[in-house]
């Protein structure tokens, strides 16, 4: 199955700095997802990146899928306190399967 | 509010029992996907559905067994539980089947074995 590596596992960050969190597949990416979830809460999606060299923001949030490098990193501008919370990148498994494989997940915690 | 409706939102039983989770998908999404989160093994798909019929399985144990209903809702039972199915479990739909279809979460649905 294919595995995700994301990095870091967690991240403290001063209210207003800049940060990027990295989602690394062992496998070829047919799809890349990036969620947000609150603590014990369901997951937001965020953004969906499909194509090499694929960029998308929102807000202060900007993710971009690096095919050759099997990479998609997700950066945040200016980061608020409502930012907090974890981060997971979701990939299609391919082949036909349509459940996503999650990594394990970014603690971004955001100091005031 | 994604859409994506999950019932009970907490459920507390004892180990052996039996149980079912509840999932109504958005208006108008066909395929829905049950996924499993716990802190040691993270969030893991479990199965999926299109429009009533079985899709995809991923690591879903044989105690495990789901369906979906004409209407499109789907329930995930759970039988002889163990503590270790502890876990937040999240249904997700799509409007079809395809890993390029964004997935849209549920809440998710606690359940403690004791």
């Known amino acids: 199955s294919q595995e995700l590596e994301q990095s870091p596992q967690s991240l403290i960050v001063q209210e207003g700095k800049n940060l990027t969190i990295n989602c690394t597949s062992s496998?070829?990416?047919?799809?890349l997802y990036w969620y947000k979830q609150k603590y014990g809460e369901g997951l937001i999606f965020l953004m969906m990146l499909q194509k090499g060299g694929e960029e998308k923001s929102h807000e202060k949030i900007t993710a971009k899928l690096d095919e050759k490098k099997q990479q998609s990193s997700l950066h945040i501008t200016a980061s608020q306190p409502s930012h907090a919370g974890i981060y997971l990148c979701?990939?299609?498994?391919?082949?036909?399967?349509?459940?996503?494989?999650f990594g394990k997940g970014t603690h971004l915690i955001i100091q005031p | 509010d994604s859409g994506v409706t999950q019932t009970p939102k907490h459920l507390i039983t004892a180990t052996g029992q039996r149980v079912t989770l509840r999932c109504s998908p958005r208006?108008?999404?066909?395929?829905v996907y049950w996924y499993q989160q716990s802190l040691d093994q993270g969030l893991q798909f479990l199965i999926q559905y299109y429009n009533g019929e079985e899709r995809a399985k991923g690591n879903i144990l044989e105690r495990f067994s789901a369906q979906q209903f004409p209407d499109l809702h789907s329930e995930l039972n759970l039988s002889s539980l163990e503590l270790g199915d502890s876990a937040l479990y999240f249904c997700a739909s799509s409007v079809v089947s395809g890993g390029t279809d964004t997935q849209y979460f549920g809440p998710g649905t606690r359940l403690t074995v004791l």
């Open positions: 496998k070829t990416l047919y799809g």
């Open positions: 979701g990939a299609d498994r391919g082949g036909g399967a349509d459940g996503l494989t």
């Open positions: 208006s108008g999404d066909l395929s």
